[in-house]
């Protein structure tokens, strides 16, 4: 089960780098276009993103339960299936105004708590890296096993 829902995550990247090329600039993917249930505003690029993303995972044939800032929650099939957690645009701010430190971030759970998370996807626009972890199994760096060594040195980030 979870190669498919990692075959999805990779999928719906795909899906969001066609919802960028759509809205390729701050004057297409800002505007808002609603408030999510999150009570968030909603802009065009969220939805977008998360349309995009949705359709995929609804066509997939998969019994879902799916937690999302912009829908909430909704059922997908009977509902029985695992709960998917998604968040389409991660740092929607950067998104929209073309910095490119945004992801894809997705959860695949056995239950309603952190606790039940069995697979994890990240796909990060800026490094275009694809981080994925599975219980048991440990975290990947694109597809290669992940070292839980720390840096050697240390590490300073400024921002403005």
């Known amino acids: 089960m979870t190669a498919a829902w990692l075959e999805l995550c990779r999928a719906a990247v795909e899906d969001v780098r066609g919802v960028l090329g ?5 004057a297409e993917r800002e505007p ?3 408030t999510g249930l999150g009570g968030d505003e909603t802009t065009a690029v969220d939805e977008a ?6 359709g995929r995972f609804a ?7 799916l937690v999302s800032e912009e829908l909430g929650e909704k059922s997908f099939g009977d509902g029985t299936g695992p709960w998917v957690v998604l968040d389409p645009i991660d740092g929607s701010l950067n998104a929209k105004r073309g910095v ?3 992801s894809v971030s997705v959860a ?4 309603p708590t952190m606790a039940d998370v069995r697979f ?8 275009r890296e694809e981080w994925t972890a599975e219980r048991g199994r440990g975290a990947f760096l694109d597809g290669q096993p992940h070292s839980a060594q ?5 590490r300073e980030i400024l921002s403005f």
């Open 100 to 102: 490119p430190f945004f």
């Open 120 to 127: 994890a996807s990240v796909y990060d626009f800026g490094a």
């Open 49 to 54: 993103a998360e349309r995009a993303i949705v």
């Open 59 to 65: 066509g997939s044939g998969e019994s879902f339960r």
């Open 32 to 34: 808002v276009v609603g």
């Open 150 to 154: 720390p840096p050697k040195d240390e």
């Open 22 to 26: 759509d809205l390729p600039g701050r």
């Open 108 to 111: 695949i759970a056995d239950g």
